[in-house]
C-alpha cells in the first residue's frame, strides 16, 4: 500500500508563488509515474500535471503550462509542483497522485493511489 501526504500548501495573493510537495512510502517510487490534480468547490477533479517515473518527461494542462512546474526528487521519493504567478482561478485543494505505471498523462483513471489533498488559495 502506498501512501502520499502532500504539504505547502497556503494562501497566497495573485501573482505570488508556491511550490507544493507530496512524499510517498511503500512502493519503488521511480517505477511509477506521479501527477497533481485539483478541486476548486462545485468542480470536479481536473488534471494539473504528470512526470514520468525517471522524471524525464512531463505533462501539463494547458490552464497551467508556463506557470507549473512538476519536478521529482526519486532519492526522497518526493514529487514537487512549483506553481508561478498564481491566479484567483487556481484557488483549489491539491491531490498528489501516484499512477499505475511509469507514464501516466492527464486521466484520473491512470492513477491509483491518491493523497489526502492541500488547500491553495489564491486571493486577487
Known amino acids: 500500500q502506498v501512501q502520499l501526504v502532500e504539504s505547502g500548501g497556503g494562501l497566497v495573493q495573485a501573482g505570488g508563488s508556491l511550490r507544493l510537495s507530496c512524499t510517498a512510502s511503500?512502493?519503488?517510487?521511480?517505477?511509477?509515474?506521479m501527477g497533481w490534480f485539483r478541486q476548486a468547490p462545485g468542480k470536479e477533479r481536473e488534471f494539473v500535471a504528470a512526470?514520468?517515473?525517471?522524471?524525464?518527461?512531463?505533462y501539463y494542462s494547458d490552464s497551467v503550462k508556463g506557470r507549473f512546474t512538476i519536478s521529482r526528487d526519486n532519492a526522497k521519493n518526493t514529487v514537487y509542483l512549483q506553481m508561478n504567478n498564481l491566479k484567483p482561478e487556481d484557488t483549489a485543494v491539491y491531490y498528489c497522485?501516484?499512477?499505475?505505471?511509469?507514464?501516466?498523462?492527464?486521466?484520473?483513471?491512470?492513477?491509483?493511489?491518491w493523497g489526502q489533498g492541500t488547500q491553495v488559495t489564491v486571493s486577487s
Open positions: 497522485a501516484q499512477g499505475y505505471n511509469i507514464w501516466a498523462r492527464g486521466r484520473t483513471a491512470d492513477f491509483g493511489s
Open positions: 511503500g512502493r519503488t517510487f521511480s517505477s511509477y509515474a
Open positions: 512526470i514520468s517515473g525517471s522524471g524525464g518527461s512531463t
